[in-house]
């Protein structure tokens, strides 16, 4: 199984920042797309942010301007740059990487474990 590992959340006042990473383990073998969604307790889970393969992102309109999605191919890591933070942007944070694992001959889609982010004065 691809193991996908996550951290940077925790609690931080409004307005302040955080950097949320992901990085897959050595059995990825080709990343086609990253992204990140988050899903806040009674909700459905909601994308925020995702990257392609050839470097196109795509955020909506509630995080649009706020937050940053980049990439290190060399460490298979994906990361979230979240600024401006508000108390709606309070959720568990998911990775998801679309991407070939090592021997596999389809492309699927790999879930980190989830990081709470909780904006709170």
């Known amino acids: 199984q691809v193991q996908l590992v996550e951290s940077g959340g925790g609690l931080v006042q409004p307005g302040g920042s955080l950097r949320l990473s992901c990085a897959a383990s050595g059995s990825i073998r080709s990343i086609n797309a990253m992204g990140w969604y988050r899903q806040a307790p009674g909700k459905e889970r909601e994308l925020v942010a995702s990257?392609?393969?050839?470097?196109?992102?795509n955020y909506p309109d509630s995080v649009r301007g706020r937050f940053t999605i980049s990439r290190d191919n060399a460490k298979n890591t994906v990361y979230l740059q979240m600024n401006s933070l508000k108390p709606e942007d309070t959720a568990v944070y998911y990775c998801k990487i679309f991407g070939r694992a090592t021997g596999s001959y389809s492309t699927d889609h790999y879930w980190g474990q989830g990081t709470q982010v909780t904006v709170s004065s």
């Open positions: 990257i392609t393969s050839g470097g196109t992102t």
